[in-house]
Structures are given as structure tokens and as C-alpha cells.
């Protein structure tokens, strides 16, 4: 049972890069997707998620910029990422949760082992 994350690189700002999560051994149902970040000495903080029924929520910071699409036949959930900024870098995580909501961090029951962004000036 795992998710597996890829498509993380060093890009330019301005640049755009392409993050892709699939699931093995379990399925997404009807659970919550989401994409988090970490930067170096920094907390990890949501990105964006999407439900079973395709409603997505962004972070302010990504609002605009960044794309979540979830495809429940495939098991898969991407995050397309445009207009990247220096500030963007970071590891990126794919979660999921049984959750049909968005929960707290703590109620994310599988994470991708997380790829790594940067994002050069």
C-alpha cells in the first residue's frame, strides 16, 4: 500500500513542472486528495486537494498558478504547476484520507514518499 510520487526537478522561475501521484495496493474511493510541501526548516503546509467529486481548494500562496487534477479511474492525482517562483521550492507530498473532507494534517492516512522542487532565480 503506497503512493508514489514523481516529476519534481530544478526549473527556472517562471518555469513549469508537472508533479504525478499514483496509488498502489488501495484505492482513493471517496476520500480526499491533497499535495503539501515542505520547505527546508519549515513546517509542511498544504498546497491543494480535491474531493471525489472534483471540488479543489487551493492554498493562497499557489492559488492561480497551480492545478490539481485527480482522475478516481486511474487512482491518480497530479499537480500541474505554472509561474513558479524561488519560494515554491521545496519537497512536494501527495496524501490521501478516508476523509471526504479536507482534515487536519493528522488525518491523512497515506503519503507519497515526496519529490523534490527547485526553483531557480
Known amino acids: 500500500v503506497q503512493l508514489q510520487a514523481s516529476g519534481g526537478g530544478l526549473v527556472q522561475s517562471g518555469g513549469s513542472l508537472r508533479l504525478f501521484c499514483a496509488a498502489s495496493?488501495?484505492?482513493?474511493?471517496?476520500?480526499?486528495m491533497a499535495w503539501f510541501r515542505q520547505a527546508p526548516g519549515s513546517e509542511r503546509e498544504f498546497v491543494a486537494g480535491?474531493?471525489?467529486?472534483?471540488?479543489?481548494y487551493y492554498s493562497a500562496a499557489v492559488k492561480g498558478r497551480f492545478t490539481i487534477a485527480r482522475d478516481n479511474a486511474k487512482n491518480t492525482v497530479d499537480l500541474q504547476m505554472t509561474s513558479l517562483r524561488p519560494e515554491d521550492t521545496a519537497v512536494y507530498y501527495c496524501?490521501?484520507?478516508?476523509?471526504?473532507?479536507?482534515?487536519?494534517?493528522?488525518?491523512?492516512?497515506?503519503w507519497g514518499q515526496g519529490t523534490l522542487v527547485t526553483v531557480s532565480s
Open positions: 496524501a490521501s484520507t478516508t476523509s471526504r473532507t479536507r482534515p487536519p494534517l493528522a488525518e491523512y492516512n497515506y
Open positions: 495496493g488501495f484505492t482513493f474511493g471517496s476520500g480526499y
Open positions: 480535491v474531493t471525489w467529486s472534483d471540488s479543489k
